[in-house]
């Protein structure tokens, strides 16, 4: 890999010490780090090299996926550290930067390829592009590549706008939007899980699958956040973007061996092809939700409008559940409901392909239909699992489900951060939002916004610790469907971790 220059702004803040050093730390003890790098942390408050070095090892010790660290090794990493003061706003603060990394350039023999990580409050991002532009600090004789985390405006206009002003300092294929759930591991197998499987591709399409189901529920409330979750809710938060990469994750055709510009342009038809929906229609097609007080694993929580620094009266979205359709030659007809919530029952993130025509039963009722699943697991655990139907000796030959689960081990699975920041020293933005979809995601979701903004959706209030409000439900059985796993969510079965395969039969 070449050698690099990681720049990083924001190099104080909570996602640099919670995400950004474990993730570039694993690396470089799976050796996936350039040879020679190194990392320009950034920041109003005084640090020394020493100082930072230390809080950069701290954060690895407690957030760190791996638990032994060997004194060499974490020596090795850490000498790549350098702090400098800069506010974002100060163009002298440009000039010193680039001075110091030029001298480390020097010093290391290093080609001039810079990385810029801007871990900051999106209201920074255009005039950290506009000075990196201005100082010099981009244009040396090396690549350039900006990595900018979400949220990514904050309706269609602003994003546009935030475009227009990022692209005056980088082209596209030097910006680098994170999207932390396209680095999810599971995310990024179901490319290849449908190229690669016979099995799989034969089935994918309308005349097979009876509906899919995409959701993200979380046990969390709005915690510390309230300043920003309150002006953005869950539509805002999970659902333009993670939500939306899913349904292009799992819906795109790419041919084999693709490339992130097919990727890029394949996903783009999938948002063209999302029947839009008019201002008028969300009410119809979409649920608004915000939770109450209730009890989460046995103990008591407070409602949204007790939480700290939200105001009383918030109408403020904390779950949004939705219908879509695609219009195109393999979803036509198949509706996609998706749906993710604070304050929920558990904690999952999983993508539900309900299969169509059960098998017609020649004993039993139809209360023992069970339609074929087959259930991606993203997130806590990651696994594959599918739902067949077989015939049970001890009850008459009655058809009861089966499951073939597999579960990845999880001290197999690198962190969503990790495999989203190899890909970016690599210059490789296939799991990276691009601005197509970005914008397209924006267009779709603004008459929701507009919606919510003229109160035409109703704020539907539920408990914490259940599964969003019942209208949510109503929104699948208008279809004849119902949410799978919310009584029974798909767990890692304890019999069989640590086996990477299992077999068994639903009791
Ligand atoms: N934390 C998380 O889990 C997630 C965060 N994000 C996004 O990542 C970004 C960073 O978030 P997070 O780390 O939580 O934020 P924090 O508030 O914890 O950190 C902000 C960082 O920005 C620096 N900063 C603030 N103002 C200035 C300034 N004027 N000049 C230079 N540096 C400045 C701060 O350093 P100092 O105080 O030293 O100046 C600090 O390092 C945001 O865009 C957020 O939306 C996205 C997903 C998850
Ligand atoms: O981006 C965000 O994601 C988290 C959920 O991420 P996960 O990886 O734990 O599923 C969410 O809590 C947060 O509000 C949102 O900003």
């Given at each position: 890999?070449?050698?690099?220059?990681?720049?990083?702004?924001?190099?104080?803040?909570?996602?640099?010490?919670?995400?950004?050093?474990?993730?570039?730390?694993?690396?470089?003890?799976?050796?996936?780090?350039?040879?020679?790098?190194?990392?320009?942390?950034?920041?109003?408050?005084?640090?020394?090299?020493?100082?930072?070095?230390?809080?950069?090892?701290?954060?690895?010790?407690?957030?760190?996926?791996?638990?032994?660290?060997?004194?060499?090794?974490m020596?090795?990493?850490?000498?790549?550290?350098?702090?400098?003061?800069?506010?974002?706003?100060?163009?002298e603060?440009?000039?010193?930067?680039?001075?110091?990394?030029?001298?480390?350039?020097?010093?290391?023999?290093?080609?001039?390829?810079?990385?810029?990580?801007?871990?900051?409050?999106?209201?920074?991002?255009?005039?950290?592009?506009?000075?990196?532009?201005?100082?010099g600090?981009?244009?040396?004789?090396?690549?350039?590549?900006?990595?900018i985390?979400?949220?990514?405006?904050?309706?269609?206009?602003?994003?546009?706008?935030l475009?227009?002003n990022?692209?005056k300092?980088?082209?596209?294929?030097?910006?680098?939007?994170?999207?932390?759930?396209?680095?999810?591991?599971?995310?990024?197998?179901?490319?290849?899980?449908?190229?690669?499987?016979?099995?799989?591709?034969?089935?994918?399409?309308?005349?097979?699958?009876?509906?899919?189901?995409?959701?993200?529920?979380?046990?969390?409330?709005?915690?510390?956040?309230a300043?920003?979750?309150?002006?953005?809710?869950?539509?805002?938060?999970?659902?333009?973007?993670?939500?939306?990469?899913?349904?292009?994750?799992?819906?795109?055709?790419?041919?084999n061996?693709?490339?992130?510009?097919?990727?890029?342009?394949?996903?783009?038809?999938?948002?063209?092809?999302?029947?839009?929906?008019?201002?008028?229609?969300?009410?119809?097609?979409?649920v608004?939700?915000?939770?109450?007080?209730g009890?989460?694993?046995?103990?008591?929580?407070?409602?949204?409008?007790?939480?700290?620094?939200?105001?009383a009266?918030?109408?403020?979205?904390t779950?949004?559940?939705a219908k879509?359709?695609?219009?195109?030659?393999?979803?036509?007809?198949?509706?996609?409901?998706?749906?993710?919530?604070?304050?929920?029952?558990?904690?999952?993130?999983?993508?539900?392909?309900?299969?169509?025509?059960?098998?017609?039963?020649?004993?039993?009722?139809?209360?023992?239909?069970?339609p074929?699943?087959?259930?991606?697991?993203?997130?806590?655990?990651?696994?594959?699992?599918?739902?067949?139907?077989?015939?049970?000796?001890?009850?008459?030959?009655?058809?009861?489900?089966?499951?073939?689960?597999?579960?990845?081990r999880?001290?197999?699975?690198?962190?969503?951060?990790?495999?989203?920041?190899?890909?970016?020293?690599?210059?490789?933005?296939?799991?990276?939002?691009?601005?197509?979809?970005?914008?397209?995601?924006?267009?779709?979701?603004?008459?929701?916004?507009?919606?919510?903004?003229?109160?035409?959706?109703?704020l539907?209030?539920?408990?914490?610790?259940?599964?969003?409000?019942?209208?949510?439900?109503?929104?699948?059985?208008?279809?004849?469907?119902?949410?799978?796993?919310?009584?029974?969510p798909?767990?890692?079965?304890?019999?069989?971790?640590?086996?990477?395969?299992?077999?068994?039969?639903?009791?």
């Open positions: 890999m070449e050698a690099t220059t990681f720049v990083l702004f924001g190099a104080t803040g909570d996602l640099a010490k919670r995400k950004i050093y474990p993730a570039l730390y694993n690396l470089f003890v799976d050796q996936k780090m350039p040879q020679s790098f190194s990392v320009i942390g950034l920041g109003r408050r005084e640090l020394s090299d020493e100082a930072f070095r230390a809080n950069v090892e701290r954060s690895l010790r407690e957030f760190s996926r791996r638990e032994a660290h060997d004194p060499v090794v020596k090795n990493f850490l000498s790549a550290f350098r702090y400098n003061v800069l506010d974002v706003s100060r163009k603060d440009y000039r010193k930067l680039r001075q110091l990394i030029e001298q480390q350039e020097e010093k290391l023999r290093m080609v001039p390829n810079r990385l810029f990580y801007l871990s900051v409050g999106p209201e920074f991002f255009e005039t950290i592009a506009a000075n990196i532009h201005e100082s600090l981009g244009s040396a004789n090396g690549w350039k590549r900006l990595v985390e979400k949220p990514f405006g904050h309706d269609l206009q602003s994003a546009r706008d475009n227009a990022l692209s300092a980088f082209t596209e294929d030097e910006i680098f939007r994170i999207d932390h759930y396209l680095g999810k591991p599971m995310v990024q197998k179901l490319e290849v899980l449908q190229q690669s499987n016979p099995v799989l591709q034969a089935l994918w399409d309308n005349r097979h699958i009876a509906n899919v189901q995409i959701t993200a529920n979380e046990i969390v409330g709005v915690e510390e956040r300043g920003y979750y309150d002006h953005v809710g869950a539509v805002r938060d999970m659902f333009q973007n993670h939500m939306l990469q899913l349904l292009m994750m799992l819906t795109i055709q790419l041919p061996n693709s490339t992130s510009e097919d990727v890029r342009f394949k996903k783009k038809l999938v948002m063209d092809s999302l029947e839009p929906l008019q201002k008028e229609d969300v009410r119809s097609h979409v608004r939700g915000q939770y109450e007080a009890m989460i694993q046995g103990k008591p929580v407070a409602g949204y409008t007790s939480e700290p620094n939200i105001p009266a918030s109408q403020n979205d779950f949004i559940a879509l359709q695609i219009d195109d030659y393999f979803w036509r007809g198949v509706p996609f409901y998706i749906r993710t919530g604070k304050r929920m029952k558990d904690k999952s993130t999983r993508i539900v392909i309900e299969f169509k025509e059960p098998i017609m039963q020649s004993k039993g009722t139809d209360d023992n239909k069970t074929n699943l087959l259930v991606f697991e993203i997130s806590p655990n990651e696994g594959i699992s599918l739902q067949l139907n077989t015939r049970d000796p001890l009850h008459k030959g009655e058809f009861k489900p089966m499951h073939i689960d597999f579960h990845e999880e001290d197999n699975v690198p962190e969503a951060y990790e495999n989203l920041i190899f890909d970016a020293l690599h210059g490789d933005s296939t799991f990276f939002a691009h601005w197509d979809e970005v914008e397209l995601s924006w267009q779709w979701v603004q008459p929701i916004l507009d919606a919510y903004e003229e109160n035409l959706v109703p539907h209030l539920y408990e914490a610790g259940t599964y969003g409000p019942a209208e949510s439900d109503a929104l699948l059985a208008q279809d004849g469907y119902h949410w799978w796993f919310d009584d029974k798909v767990q890692n079965n304890e019999a069989i971790k640590g086996e990477q395969y299992a077999y068994h039969t639903n009791n």
